[in-house]
């Protein structure tokens, strides 16, 4: 099945630095990746996400890039905020139909300000 | 409109004794999920449903989980007998077939003492 590895697991910046959030994948079958925002205590709720056949989306500060041939794909917050702090989730999905998320273990973003 | 509604939000119970999850997808999402998150990881998922169909449930441990979506809209999951390691939030989503984007409910967080 597919494994989908994130990095780093912890990232400590000061409001108004960029924060990059790194995964790979390893199906190349994926087709669907999306990236999940959790606050502490709240639900995932989704931020952005990219399918295979865009190498890159942006939507305000936050943008994601996929290259598919190293299987890998990363999210780019801009000029971060303290509201920015949460947990981040990448997932690889391969869906057609129906879609099956495969997470990473999550970052932790610490924006301080 | 209405997101994902899961309930208990909070469940403590002692080792051995039963204990069940209800979610309410989203109106009109034919996939929904059960998705099992332990401190500082990833959800992972547990079974997915297409309609009332269990289509995978390969991680699901079934010699003390069991789940179900009758008619295909509410789901419960069971846990029976709970085990200390079962400590952790159940997590229920839902998706619209060919969409991708999972939308998950609140969760609930089950202390197994």
């Known amino acids: 099945g597919e494994n989908v590895e994130q990095h780093p697991s912890t990232l400590s910046v000061q409001e108004g630095d960029s924060a990059v959030i790194k995964c790979t994948y390893s199906?190349?079958?994926?087709?669907?990746f999306p990236w999940y925002k959790q606050e502490l205590g709240k639900r995932p709720q989704l931020i952005i996400d990219?399918?295979?056949?865009?190498g890159e989306k942006k939507d305000q500060r936050i943008a994601v890039t996929l290259n598919k041939t190293a299987k890998h794909f990363s999210l780019h917050i801009t000029e971060t905020q303290p509201e920015d702090s949460a947990v981040y989730f990448c997932?690889?999905?391969?869906?057609?139909?129906?879609?099956?998320?495969?997470f990473g273990r999550g970052t932790s973003l610490i924006v301080h300000p | 409109e209405a997101g994902v509604v899961q309930s208990p939000r909070y469940k403590i119970i002692e080792k051995k004794q039963p204990v069940a999850f209800w979610c309410n997808p989203i109106?009109?999402?034919?996939?929904l999920y059960w998705y099992l998150q332990n401190l500082g990881q990833g959800p992972e998922l547990l079974i997915r449903?297409?309609?009332?169909?269990?289509?995978?449930d390969s991680q699901l441990p079934k010699d003390r989980f069991s789940a179900e979506r009758l008619k295909g809209v509410d789901s419960t999951l069971k846990i029976q007998p709970a085990e200390l390691g079962d400590s952790a939030v159940y997590l229920c989503?839902?998706?619209?077939?060919?969409?991708?984007?999972?939308?998950f409910g609140q969760g609930t967080r089950l202390t197994v003492v």
């Open positions: 989503a839902s998706s619209q077939t060919g969409v991708g984007e999972a939308f």
């Open positions: 199906d190349s079958a994926s087709n669907y």
């Open positions: 990219i399918r295979s056949n865009v």
């Open positions: 997932a690889a999905s391969i869906g057609g139909g129906s879609y099956i998320p495969t």
């Open positions: 109106s009109g999402h034919n996939t």
């Open positions: 449903y297409e309609n009332e169909e269990a289509v995978d």
